[in-house]
């Protein structure tokens, strides 16, 4: 062992031999010399403190920046989507030294199913119609899985961590929320500015306001744990109602619809109806919608409340698409979506070609003021419709079956595990996921940092619960 003094002298030494390179490298032009001690600390980070890694990359997520456009021709979101990709490659470097992963976690059904999707994402790329952008996309999605389901599981098997990783993102998005709020507030509170209050940290309101609407029932659960401290109860109500705030002042109509689904779904879980009444119920809703649509579709034609500071008829607006301008958008997306299904119905265009294939497939009767052909103004505006133009019907498929075996797997838990912490939890997390899910009709974001790490690490979370903190002898019982 070395003295103290001699570490001391290391470190010294360190410091003034880089601060003499960094001098030398700012004076030749090479600015990027100033990174070196955030990437040593990161690498040190990655060997000795990955769970550490894996929390700070939570929590940079929600204050990173969107660059729409870089230098190697593609956005990024700094510093959190690099960290995530370091993370992809740790989660494979560990496969390979473990000589593969828990058997529990990657036989469990869930696993196998997001194992197969990215199979599909993978496949389709190679028969994508533009090949590059597939490419990219892909690996967006892999290291978002990768990093956030399969590594983020193993962390959960510390059900501390569960509770750490909520916080680690809770905590930034309430920064940007007082961020977003004073913008709002210097602006006199217009729906406009609610637009864009939380720029840069959020491309927009709808994605900012699904972020908030996925928290707000984990931290509400929170309250309710047993065996918490007061001040841990304390702050969980003052950070709902912080959340219930930003969540109203976003004026994000699928976010209230996602958050009213989701408070349904929670009667369904404290009355335990039974699961079969359930599914009779939401399929006798869909033949009746199927033999009505129709004059369900005069209605809606009917409604002409437009987006609004009011919130009743900002609410009531979600339901016109005949003259609110994003509403009809949106219908023009999805049919667009729907004829390039036709053309391409088993492969697709390929991940991420949407919104540069779409433009052809609009016609002109549903076009609308903010429309365009450039492919420059989003994507599909849907988790369901724009995998089906991408990744044909198995793409789409692919991703419901994912939401079904989720929501089967939970609600055993949430009606079987005997720790009552566990299942107050595993509430809390499907009720998030369960606004995302509803969200994702009028909304599109899995394709962003900023959802995709609590989509994926809410799912991590659920299967670890259910791995590594249920009772086997009741799971048995009740697949019996």
């Given at each position: ?262 408070f349904v779904c929670l009667f369904v879980f404290l009355l335990r109806i039974n699961t079969k009444i359930v599914l009779a119920g939401i399929i006798g809703f869909l033949i009746v919608l199927a033999f009505s649509w129709t004059q369900f579709m005069i209605r809606l034609e009917s409604n ?177």
């Amino acid at each position: 062992m070395l003295p103290a003094l001699t570490y001391t002298r290391y470190l010294y030494g360190s410091i003034i031999l880089y601060s003499f390179v960094a001098a030398i490298g700012i004076i030749q032009g090479f600015d990027w010399i100033l990174l070196f001690p955030a990437m040593f600390f990161i690498l040190l980070l990655a060997f000795f403190r990955l769970e550490q890694l894996i929390l700070l990359t939570v929590f940079l997520t929600p204050l990173s920046l969107n660059l729409s456009e870089t230098s190697w021709g593609f956005g990024i979101s700094l510093p959190a989507e690099p960290l995530i990709f370091g993370l992809m490659l740790i989660t494979f470097i560990k496969i390979i030294y473990d000589g593969g992963l828990d058997k529990k976690l990657l036989y469990y059904p869930v696993s196998i199913l997001i194992l197969l999707h990215l199979f599909w994402f993978i496949f389709t790329t190679i028969s994508s119609s533009i090949f590059l952008v597939s490419v990219k996309y892909t690996l967006a999605r892999i290291w978002f899985i990768m990093a956030f389901y399969y590594l983020a599981a193993l962390m959960f098997r510390d059900m501390k961590n569960i509770y750490r990783f909520v916080w680690y993102y809770t905590i930034p998005l309430l920064i940007v929320v007082i961020y977003s709020t004073f913008r709002h507030a210097a602006a006199g509170f217009t729906e406009q500015a609610a637009h864009i209050s939380m720029t840069p940290f959020y491309n927009d309101h709808t994605a900012y306001a699904a972020a908030l609407a996925m928290f707000l029932p984990v931290i509400i659960s929170f309250i309710f744990l047993p065996a918490k401290k007061p001040w841990f109860r304390i702050l969980s109500v003052i950070t709902s109602s912080i959340l219930i705030a930003a969540i109203v002042l976003s004026y994000t109509r699928a976010s209230w619809v996602g958050l009213a689904a989701a408070f349904v779904c929670l009667f369904v879980f404290l009355l335990r109806i039974n699961t079969k009444i359930v599914l009779a119920g939401i399929i006798g809703f869909l033949i009746v919608l199927a033999f009505s649509w129709t004059q369900f579709m005069i209605r809606l034609e009917s409604n002409r409340k437009q987006s609004s500071t009011e919130y009743a008829a900002h609410l009531q607006s979600i339901s016109n698409i005949s003259t609110d301008a994003s509403n009809v958008e949106r219908i023009n997306r999805w049919s667009s979506a729907v004829r390039m299904f036709y053309e391409r119905p088993v492969l697709g265009w390929g991940p991420g070609t949407y919104q540069f294939q779409y433009a052809p497939f609009q016609r002109e009767d549903e076009k609308t003021v903010i429309s365009t052909n450039a492919g420059n103004r989003g994507n599909s505006h849907s988790e369901y419709i724009g995998p089906l133009a991408e990744q044909g019907v198995y793409g789409m498929l692919g991703f419901m079956l994912i939401i079904i075996f989720v929501v089967v797997r939970a609600s055993r838990i949430i009606r079987y595990n005997p720790d009552r912490s566990v299942r107050i939890l595993a509430t809390g997390l499907l009720l998030g996921l369960i606004t995302y899910w509803i969200h994702g009709l009028l909304n599109y974001f899995l394709d962003t940092d900023k959802a995709s790490v609590p989509f994926w690490g809410f799912i991590a979370a659920l299967t670890a619960l259910d791995i590594y903190h249920t009772n086997r002898k009741v799971n048995s019982s009740v697949a019996d």
